[in-house]
């Protein structure tokens, strides 16, 4: 009866190898993160100062939040007209 239960918790057991793996990429993703908190933001001045986030999208019109109108701001860059 016992050797029943030990094969029977080696099949449910992943194999070592895959669970050094997992370890690894637990690890390395630990070390990506605290790497990034420890850097900071990778373009602080990006952001547009003087925006709110309460809806206000600054008045361009695109409701993204200050971003840019592909249509209005670039001119027609996928072709659709002015030909």
């Known amino acids: 009866m ?3 239960v030990g094969v029977a918790l ?3 057991v992943p194999p070592p190898a895959l ?3 997992l370890l690894l990429l637990a690890l390395m993703f ?3 993160y605290a790497a990034g908190a420890a850097v900071g ?3 602080p001045g990006m952001h547009e100062t003087g925006t709110s986030r309460d809806g206000d999208d600054g008045g361009d019109g ?3 939040g ?3 109108d ?3 701001d670039m001119g027609d860059t996928h072709g659709t007209g002015g030909r």
Do not use: E, I
């Open 2 to 4: 016992g050797a029943d």
């Open 41 to 43: 933001p990778v373009a």
């Open 70 to 72: 592909m249509d209005t």
């Open 66 to 68: 200050g971003g840019m």
């Open 30 to 32: 630990v070390a990506s």
């Open 19 to 21: 669970c050094g793996f």
């Open 62 to 64: 695109d409701g993204g």
């Open 10 to 12: 080696r099949k449910l």
